[in-house]
């Protein structure tokens, strides 16, 4: 790879990182437009690594372009929320079912740690990131690569959704219960207690998810 090509790589992950972080952050609101214009002077680029940002992004779930009015955040409808709600349910419950007797938590706790100190920080993008990471972990710990990825993709996709309301229940719920949740996942976890697993995972709803 040339140091042109490098450069121009180096541009699109630059991209990329700064607008999945305004989407995931609730700073982008689903359906507003990504003018091309405006983006290449905020982010300092030229038009064809954005253009390639951009589609990455897509293939994430976290844009979608519109023929004859360009592209905008993705937005998702009460249907594909549900949907997408009921995928993360089926891929959680395949994973608790084939996991070892004693799995390794080192990821597990990691995730957590790493929740405690945005909450100290009140870091909404890391707790959420936080958040989604310790969920993957605890289906990785089901052994199948292939199901904690997809599941991955999942998260993502709803945290899109959330991020909305994240400001709102910063308003209105503890910081540190949304901790105190996932102690008590990793808890069950930890014992090999299935159905507590499938319980404290079931209190991670749509409305819980971000808090």
Not at 3 to 12: A, G, H, I, K
Not at 75 to 104: F, G, I, K
Not at 133 to 161: C, K, M, P, W
Not at 180 to 205: C, M, P, T, Y
């Amino acid at each position: 790879m040339s140091d042109e090509e490098l450069e121009t790589y180096s541009l699109v992950e630059l991209a990329v990182d700064r607008l999945r972080r305004d989407i995931l952050s609730g700073r982008s609101d689903p359906g507003e437009r990504l003018v091309e214009e405006q983006l290449t002077r905020r982010l300092g680029i030229s038009r064809a690594p954005l253009r390639e940002a951009m589609r990455l992004l897509a293939q994430q779930g976290l844009v979608e372009h519109i023929p004859r009015r360009g592209a905008r955040v993705a937005t998702l409808s009460d249907e594909d929320v549900a949907e997408l709600y009921e995928v993360r349910d089926v891929l959680e419950r395949h994973a608790v079912a084939a996991m070892p007797a004693q799995p390794d938590l080192t990821g597990l706790r990691a995730a957590l740690a790493v929740m405690r100190k945005a909450t100290e920080a009140d870091d909404r993008l890391e707790l959420a990131n936080a958040h989604r990471r310790f969920h993957t972990e605890v289906v990785r710990l089901g052994g199948n690569r292939q199901l904690a990825d997809l599941y991955g993709s999942v998260l993502v996709r709803i945290q899109l959704y959330m991020a909305v309301n994240m400001r709102r229940e910063a308003e209105t719920a503890r910081a540190e219960d949304g901790v105190v949740r996932h102690e008590r996942l990793f808890a069950a976890v930890e014992r090999g207690d299935s159905a507590g697993i499938l319980k404290a995972l079931g209190e991670h709803g749509a409305r819980a998810y971000l808090a």
